[in-house]
């Protein structure tokens, strides 16, 4: 984000960089505490986070010390976050005065005590519909059963592809991240399933936002598929396969679904059938029955969920294969790209402090790999090849604007002062 935020200052006139002895004059710790109060949605959130990134580019190395004590600052700061209504209900994550015009409508429910997970589960619908009430009612007490808190968002833009439009996927994320500073969640146990246009939702976001997820269970509901000119489905949309690596994914799907009929599942697990063999991974289960046409599972919403919840997110993993799709997402496991050329295929393999990568196409600018002692030795130097020419060799440095852009993610796993950039 880094790049992409600081070109943002540039063009609205902000300064960029100032001198070391001009920054001791400022106070550090105060551009920090700001940097993770912004609001990283907002247009003016995200100006005002290039120029303090750029401000702090001048701080010099940090040491071990200077790196921990940084991140118990950026935690403590990360606590003070809005928090959702905690009670067991309907919520909006956006209010009005006037309360038709209130936005962002979610519900509460499944276990709000001591929850030990989180899912999110999406409703069904299309064009003009779509509620969060029946799937809120279906997930509830499986949800409680399972010791997950349980999330029931409803769509901002009731659209054919609604998940994924008009910023609410973006409303999606913010729950989850709200979700984490208000209630005492394993933040390795989030878990995203739903119905029908929600079983597309869990699907798409689940692809996209994979290093977010602990596991994904869509139910009678499909990634989009590209037909060819006679109408033939031959592949699927991107940035969905590719992405789910590193994820636990049950599919559910009934052979006589009309309304969402079994093809595009059928290809998806052909797919990753494919991808499993050219890049290893892919913990998927494609669960398939007859007779239940578009209903639930058979056992009901829970029978599905038993076979996500044990699993816990992988983090840091040593291959990351990532295909983005979203030019506002930075951000995929360890690797970083400030303008991500979309639809890219990126395989990276991290192996004896040598990072591999390959990429489909080439182009973007601001590509770069986070790193971490779980990822590399940091005490000896880290090498970075790509598309088969060395293009770094050596120690790298602890950085203060690196550790607090990583804050952006608002996520423990991945707060690193450590990172390659590549161009």
């Known amino acids: 984000m880094k790049g992409a935020l600081l070109l943002m200052a540039a063009a609205l006139g902000m300064p960029a960089w100032v001198t070391q002895d001009e920054l001791r004059a400022r106070d550090q710790q105060e551009l920090v505490e700001e940097f993770c109060e912004l609001d990283e949605w907002s247009a003016a959130g995200q100006a005002r986070m290039a120029e303090i990134l750029g401000t702090l580019a001048v701080v010099p190395e940090l040491d071990d010390g200077d790196v921990r004590k940084w991140e118990k600052r950026i935690e403590k700061h990360w606590?003070?976050?809005?928090?959702?209504?905690?009670?067991?209900?309907?919520?909006?994550?956006?209010?009005?005065?006037?309360?038709?015009?209130?936005?962002?409508?979610?519900?509460?429910?499944?276990?709000?005590?001591?929850?030990?997970?989180?899912?999110?589960?999406?409703?069904?619908?299309?064009?003009?519909?779509?509620?969060?009430?029946?799937?809120?009612?279906?997930?509830d007490s499986e949800a409680k059963e399972r010791k997950l808190l349980m999330i029931a968002p409803e769509v901002l833009e009731k659209t054919e592809r609604g998940w994924t439009d008009s910023g609410t996927e973006e409303f999606v994320l913010q729950l989850i991240q709200r979700a984490l500073v208000t209630w005492d969640i394993d933040p390795e146990r989030v878990y995203l399933s739903g119905h029908s246009m929600g079983g597309y939702g869990s699907w798409a976001i689940g692809a996209h936002h994979a290093d977010w997820c602990a596991g994904l269970a869509p139910s009678a509901g499909g990634p989009t598929p590209v037909m060819d000119m006679t109408g033939k489905m031959f592949d699927l949309v991107e940035g969905m396969i590719p992405n789910m690596r590193n994820v636990r994914l049950v599919v559910y799907q009934s052979d006589d679904d009309v309304q969402v009929p079994p093809e595009?599942?059928?290809?998806?697990?052909?797919?990753?059938?494919?991808?499993?063999?050219?890049?290893?991974?892919?913990?998927?289960?494609?669960?398939?029955?007859?007779?239940?046409?578009h209903a639930a599972p058979p056992g009901g919403y829970g029978a599905l969920l038993d076979k996500i919840v044990e699993s816990e997110r992988?983090?840091?993993?040593?291959?990351?294969?990532?295909?983005?799709?979203?030019?506002?997402?930075?951000?995929?496991?360890?690797?970083?790209?400030?303008?991500?050329?979309?639809?890219?295929?990126v395989h990276a393999v991290a192996k004896d402090n040598v990072i591999t990568i390959e990429t489909s196409l080439v182009g973007g600018k601001g590509l770069g790999v986070w790193l971490d002692e779980r990822l590399v030795d940091l005490d000896k130097p880290v090498k970075v090849v790509l598309n088969g020419a060395d293009v770094f060799e050596g120690e790298v440095a602890a950085r203060l604007d690196v550790l607090v852009e990583s804050a952006v993610r608002r996520d423990a796993q991945y707060l690193t002062a450590y990172r390659i950039d590549l161009d």
């Open 79 to 139: 606590k003070r976050a809005p928090e959702l209504e905690k009670q067991s209900g309907r919520h909006f994550l956006y209010p009005d005065a006037e309360p038709a015009q209130a936005r962002g409508k979610y519900i509460v429910g499944g276990e709000t005590k001591r929850p030990k997970g989180l899912v999110i589960a999406m409703h069904g619908g299309g064009v003009g519909s779509g509620d969060a009430e029946p799937m809120a009612q279906g997930y």
């Open 264 to 293: 595009p599942n059928q290809l998806a697990a052909e797919k990753i059938a494919e991808a499993r063999k050219r890049w290893g991974g892919y913990d998927f289960e494609y669960w398939e029955v007859t007779g239940q046409g």
């Open 314 to 345: 992988v983090v840091w993993p040593d291959t990351v294969v990532w295909q983005p799709t979203l030019a506002w997402d930075h951000d995929f496991y360890w690797l970083h790209w400030d303008e991500p050329l979309r639809n890219t295929i």
